[in-house]
């Protein structure tokens, strides 16, 4: 035991990754988990978007003089850190997609 952490529980955790209804999974199962992840990309695309736009409004009242420009550097550097994991994603995204369409069936 890790001091301050008390006992782990480890029957919470997922297993052995198996499914734990044996058999493939039904359509419903499938059409739920391409919405869900349909659904991670578009909040992921959203809240980007809503960085890059906060940056620009921060950046705008900056050459006002409406914000220090601490306030204008960390709306930028965090602009910068969305844009670039929103590019990665895309990137692995594209890959296992190149992955996929090479395979033989």
């Known amino acids: 035991m890790i001091g ?5 529980d480890f029957s919470k955790i997922g297993g052995t990754g198996m499914p734990s209804t044996p058999g493939p ?3 419903s199962e499938a059409a739920d988990a391409a919405n ?3 659904s991670v990309l578009s909040d992921l695309a959203t ?9 620009e409004q921060t950046s705008i009242q900056g050459i006002q003089g409406q914000a220090d ?3 204008v550097v960390d ?3 965090s602009a910068e850190q969305a844009l670039t994991a929103a590019v990665a994603i895309r990137d692995k995204i594209v890959t296992a997609y190149m992955e996929i ?4 069936i």
């Open 4 to 8: 301050g952490l008390g006992p782990l």
């Open 25 to 27: 999974g039904t359509a």
């Open 36 to 38: 869900s992840f349909a």
């Open 47 to 55: 809240r980007t978007v809503d960085t890059l736009q906060h940056a």
């Open 69 to 71: 420009a601490r306030e």
């Open 75 to 77: 709306a930028v550097m």
């Open 101 to 104: 369409s090479r395979m033989s």
